[in-house]
């Protein structure tokens, strides 16, 4: 039988299927006593194409949006009884920071992502996210998917 999750990392975008990932994820957390970790990436492509109109106002607005979906994550574990919950945000390419980065520096066992989130249409032209997650982890990675969400 594998060692239990010690640390455990969810990504958060705001879409249904991070919200199932975030659930799975506590599950994990309650059921191994580990160490939750939750993290949203302001998407730097997102950023590069609202520079030219309020770079300032488009980035706090963003970082905003990034907090309140962090928040409610938090507030969400710690309701289900987790008392350890680490936060991450950052800006920069979800599907390079997320594994190359957050799950190294929090030293990761399991992470746990949507499958397509909130990214879907921009996945067609950069590449999906948990897709290149999913390659690039050195940790165990679990992508949930809404059944009532996929085609």
């Known amino acids: 039988m594998p060692a239990p999750y010690r640390r455990i990392l969810v990504a ?7 919200d199932t990932a975030l659930n799975i994820g506590i599950e994990t957390a309650q059921k191994h006593d580990s160490t939750l970790a939750l993290c949203h990436i302001v998407d730097d492509h997102t950023l590069q194409e609202l520079r030219n109109q309020n770079p300032d106002l488009m980035l706090h607005a963003l970082l ?5 979906i962090i ?11 987790l008392h350890d919950v680490r936060i991450f945000i950052q800006e920069g390419s979800p599907k390079e920071v ?5 799950a190294k520096t929090f030293v990761t066992d399991l992470l746990i992502a949507g ?5 879907h249409d921009q996945s067609f032209i950069l590449g999906s996210v948990s ?3 999913s390659r690039t982890a050195s940790c165990d990675v679990l992508l949930v998917r809404n059944h009532s969400s996929s085609p």
């Not at 905003?64 to 309140?68: F, L, R, V, W």
């Not at 997320?98 to 957050?102: H, L, M, S, T």
């Not at 499958?115 to 990214?119: K, L, N």
């Open 131 to 133: 897709e290149h997650t």
């Open 98 to 102: 997320i594994p190359e980065v957050i």
């Open 115 to 119: 499958a397509s989130g909130m990214g």
């Open 71 to 81: 928040a409610h994550g938090r507030t969400q574990a710690e309701d289900a009884g």
């Open 12 to 18: 958060l975008d705001g879409s249904t299927e991070s």
């Open 64 to 68: 905003q949006k990034g907090m309140d």
